[in-house]
């Protein structure tokens, strides 16, 4: 199985940068997939970033272009580059694997991101 622990969140103002990491433990080979969500209050859970294994990247409109997904070459670290922060990207951000040999994907426990003046 495989565990993540996040990092990073934290306060910042507008036009500030974050960057949030996920670190994989356990059989990390299996992940092929590894994706950030972000959930703000009252706010349904939302797809912010994939990185597949072959290296693709997906990202939600807005944040096209301030935002960077990226993991080491071990799958071991996933990371979110966040730039230019607009209050209205305030959220609770988890990471999430998927994995060749798992049912359903793992989840990591969140990390809290605020921006504001």
């Known amino acids: 199985q495989v565990q993540l622990v996040e990092s990073g969140g934290g306060l910042v103002q507008p036009g500030g940068s974050l960057r949030l990491s996920c670190a994989a433990s356990g059989s990390t080979r299996g992940i092929y997939r590894m994706t950030w969500y972000r959930q703000a209050p009252g706010k349904q859970r939302e797809l912010v970033a994939t990185l597949s294994s072959s290296g693709s990247t997906t990202y939600v409109d807005s944040v096209k272009g301030r935002f960077t997904i990226s993991r080491t070459s071990a799958n071991n670290t996933m990371y979110l580059q966040m730039n230019s922060l607009k209050p209205e990207d305030t959220a609770v951000y988890y990471c999430?694997?998927?994995?060749?040999?798992?049912?359903?994907?793992?989840w990591g426990q969140g990390t809290q991101v605020t921006v504001s003046s």
């Open positions: 999430n694997v998927q994995l060749t040999y798992a049912l359903f994907p793992i």
